[in-house]
């Protein structure tokens, strides 16, 4: 598609469920980016791919968090037993294999009740 | 370790009037590249320019400029003549020197609010 395409664009989960953010970035772009934006804040990175390879998951906040992108397109990002601190914008970003341009998706606003 | 440090409080300013809004960073690296996104209230995350660090002239994108001050470590950008659309969020954040392979550090961000 033209976009990086977020999925659903909202979600409201049941403190303890599990919940899964889709993300269909631009076709071609080799390099794809998770990021957790707090209400107010800038978002701050999680993970990243290259292709299919996880190579950076440094910003992951606990074990409940887990990305995958399996065929180096469509990524998912899961989190387990969701709380209420996952509360926030989950953005995610393509790049193509060189370039400045990081393309960003609406994102997807996840409510913990 | 990269930071971003945007410190202004909401900015206002007058609709056809320019506004400047603060970025300093700090990075070890020598080669690194510098962003402004716009973040209106539907949430998508706006590009508008980019600087790199061995870019010997300032960048601009239409209303856009960047003053880049390397010494200083800031990169403040600059809207000409604002208009009420440039009501939003402003992000700066920057990568460092892996290029593509880099992820983007952010500041937390200045809300402007453009008055007719």
């Known amino acids: 598609g033209a976009g990086v395409s977020q999925s659903p664009r909202y979600k409201v989960a049941k403190r303890g469920q599990d919940v899964a953010l889709r993300c269909d970035p631009i076709s071609g772009h080799v390099s794809l980016f998770w990021y957790q934006q707090a209400l107010g804040q800038g978002p701050e990175f999680l993970t990243y791919f290259q292709n299919e390879a996880q190579l950076d998951k440094s910003g992951l906040p606990s074990d409940r968090f887990f990305a995958e992108r399996p065929e180096g397109s469509v990524s998912t990002l899961k989190i387990q037993r969701t709380q209420q601190e996952d509360s926030a914008v989950y953005l995610c970003?393509?790049?193509?294999?060189?370039?400045?341009?990081?393309?960003f998706g609406s994102g997807t606003r996840l409510t913990v009740v | 370790a990269q930071k971003i440090t945007q410190t202004q409080p909401g900015m206002f300013v007058q609709e056809k009037e320019a506004v400047t809004l603060d970025c300093t960073y700090d990075t070890s690296d020598q080669s690194y590249g510098l962003f402004w996104y716009k973040q209106p209230s539907s949430g998508e995350m706006i590009f508008l320019i980019y600087?790199?660090?061995?870019?010997?002239q300032n960048a601009t994108e239409g209303r856009y400029s960047l003053n880049f001050q390397k010494a200083r470590k800031s990169a403040n950008l600059v809207i000409s003549a604002s208009q009420l659309g440039d009501s939003a969020m402003y992000f700066c954040?920057?990568?460092?020197?892996?290029?593509?392979?880099?992820?983007?550090?952010f500041g937390k961000g200045i809300t402007l609010s453009v008055r007719p």
């Open positions: 600087q790199g660090s061995y870019d010997e």
């Open positions: 954040a920057m990568r460092g020197h892996t290029g593509a392979n880099s992820k983007l550090t």
């Open positions: 970003a393509s790049h193509p294999s060189s370039g400045y341009g990081y393309t």
